[in-house]
């Protein structure tokens, strides 16, 4: 039964799969490629120069050790853009060191009895390089094309957390919202496209090879020769119709699924973090413009972060995203806690308008702030119901924490000044992995968010944060001021969704996608319908 549910869910994801199986194949070949170009020439100069062969085979060694979503996280901040840029220049820095080793490797082991051969009948050294040493090292070569190519399509499922695509964005939905079948739809395609890469560039290598299909008739060997050489390219074209196909095969009847890349462009693009509640309110947001607008809607969602977000907007990549003014108030403007929510509101509304030329719209209606949150049988055990509970037994505690959490102000480094808290272990969890590592004990304390579905899923208890050092993080829309000019609909549009969400309606929408398993989409357009925001067709 299990097998043919998951059958049933990739047949309604088909043209999303198709899409980013497409995706995917384009971020690899493109980068490949270009590795290609880059990484022979710089191996042939290794092999003709010593002198240069340890420098160029250090600096490429290095860019290899560098963790892959480092790489992306520094290239999305040297281009300034989110997208395929960064992760293409990612993909192809990570696929040169196999190249360019394999080409140095082989043209050394050539035969010197081949070169003297060569020399011998007067050959000059560029003709030894072309019609010698380049042919005897093609095997090789390939050999290291393989591996780059191999090993990028692994390396690009990564590239969803900057918003580039491919069968990464599954992965990265699938565990923003502890969907299996998501990260199998992503996890599973990506294993037998790297399976075809490889078999295909090993076809190209034989094809490469005289010797090993000399045997067969001379017009099989030509047309089988012709194919292997080929088959790359066809994998390629195949992957670029996969994307076009897939692009075409996604709805268009209702304003609330239009996509831009159906023959016309977006006219706004919304984007969202990679957590469910994100997940929620983007699509509210996409939802009501599409209902009440003529606007065509792009949507981004599942962005790495708060910092990506940030940077997309104030570069003019994305239009609108849903923002806390706790973390505006920390992370962006970088000012001390303020603990009024109408001051801090009215504070980060002020300086993204002077600062980023960007407009804070009116609130949800509900206040996610952060929750230090332990098991509610632990809680009853020991007496724990305020934060400072916490510290005489905090040596002996395993806490979990999100990475943003880890090294933000009003995170772990400002919680453990104001309230002297010394956990005996603190790890770095990813946010849809916290509770339930939680729930089996693996953990003792993370650092929740109060609005989170998953505490009353769990049996998890929110501890009350007695010396309110915890910033109001009131959520909102923030849109371009270019765009709300351009577009003054959008302002009406959004406006119902003012006041809307208390904390209460939030935390039983998250539920519905984190505990039952619902999609963002559905939950969001049933309380639209619920209240006579949406029509019902």
């Not at 993909?91 to 190249?99: D, H, K, N, T």
């Not at 957390?161 to 395609?189: C, D, K, V, W, Y």
């Not at 708060?306 to 003019?316: E, K």
């Not at 929750?371 to 007496?383: L, S």
């Amino acid at each position: 039964m299990a097998a043919e549910a998951f059958i049933d869910f990739v047949l309604y994801r088909l043209p999303q799969l198709w899409l980013r199986t497409g995706e995917h194949l384009v971020l690899t070949g493109v980068s490949t490629g270009a590795a290609i170009i880059l990484g022979v020439p710089i191996g042939i100069l290794a092999s003709r120069f010593a002198q240069l062969r340890g420098p160029l085979l250090g600096t490429i060694g290095i860019l290899q050790t560098i963790p892959s979503l480092a790489m992306l996280a520094i290239l999305l901040a040297l281009t300034g853009k989110i997208g395929a840029l960064p992760a293409i220049i990612a993909l192809a820095l990570y696929a040169l060191l196999p190249i360019v080793r394999n080409t140095l490797t082989g043209i050394q082991g050539v035969s010197p009895a081949a070169l003297e051969a060569a020399r011998g009948i007067g050959m000059t050294d560029r003709q030894q390089l072309w019609k010698v040493k380049i042919p005897l090292a093609l095997p090789v070569i390939v050999a290291g094309i393989r591996t780059a190519a191999v090993t990028g399509v692994g390396i690009a499922t990564l590239s969803a957390f900057i918003g580039a695509g491919g069968l990464g964005q599954f992965i990265n939905r699938g565990l923003a919202l502890s969907n299996t079948n998501l990260i199998l739809l992503g996890a599973i395609p990506a294993a037998l496209l790297a399976l075809v890469v490889d078999l295909s560039i090993a076809a190209m290598g034989w094809g490469l090879e005289p010797r090993r299909h000399r045997h067969l008739p001379q017009r099989l060997r030509i047309l089988l020769q012709g194919l292997t050489l080929l088959l790359p390219f066809f994998i390629g074209v195949a992957g670029v119709i996969a994307y076009i196909s897939g692009a075409a095969m996604r709805p268009v009847s209702s304003p609330t699924s239009t996509i831009a890349g159906q023959g016309r462009a977006a006219n706004v693009v919304i984007a969202s973090k990679n957590f469910t509640e994100q997940l929620i309110l983007g699509e509210l947001m996409v939802q009501l413009i599409g209902e009440r607008t003529e606007l065509t809607v792009e949507r981004r969602f599942n962005l790495g972060g708060t910092m990506i977000c940030h940077g997309a907007i104030v570069n003019g990549e994305i239009d609108i995203y849903a923002e806390y003014t706790g973390t505006g108030l920390t992370t962006i403007l970088r000012r001390e806690v303020v603990s009024d929510p109408d001051e801090v509101f009215d504070l980060v509304a002020r300086e993204y308008r002077n600062r980023f030329d960007i407009e804070w719209l009116q609130s949800f209606g509900f206040n996610n702030t952060y929750a230090i949150t332990v098991r509610e049988r632990d809680a009853q055990m020991h007496g724990w119901g305020k934060i400072s509970d916490l510290k005489a037994s905090a040596p002996n505690l395993r806490a979990g924490f999100t990475s943003e959490f880890m090294e933000r102000p009003d995170g772990y480094p400002g919680l453990r000044k104001a309230y002297g808290l010394s956990f005996g272990e603190v790890r770095d969890l990813d946010p849809a992995l916290m509770y339930e590592a939680l729930a089996k004990e693996e953990v003792d304390v993370i650092c929740a968010f109060a609005t989170d579905g998953r505490i009353a899923a769990y049996k998890l208890k929110l501890l009350l944060d007695n010396r309110d050092f915890f910033p109001p993080y009131q959520a909102a829309p923030i849109v371009r001021k270019e765009v709300l000019k351009s577009h003054p609909e959008i302002r009406q549009a959004l406006a119902p969704l003012s006041g809307l969400l208390n904390d209460a309606t939030m935390q039983g929408l998250n539920y519905k996608v984190d505990g039952k398993k619902r999609s963002p989409r559905d939950v969001a357009r049933e309380f639209l319908k619920s209240h006579n925001l949406l029509n019902e067709d």
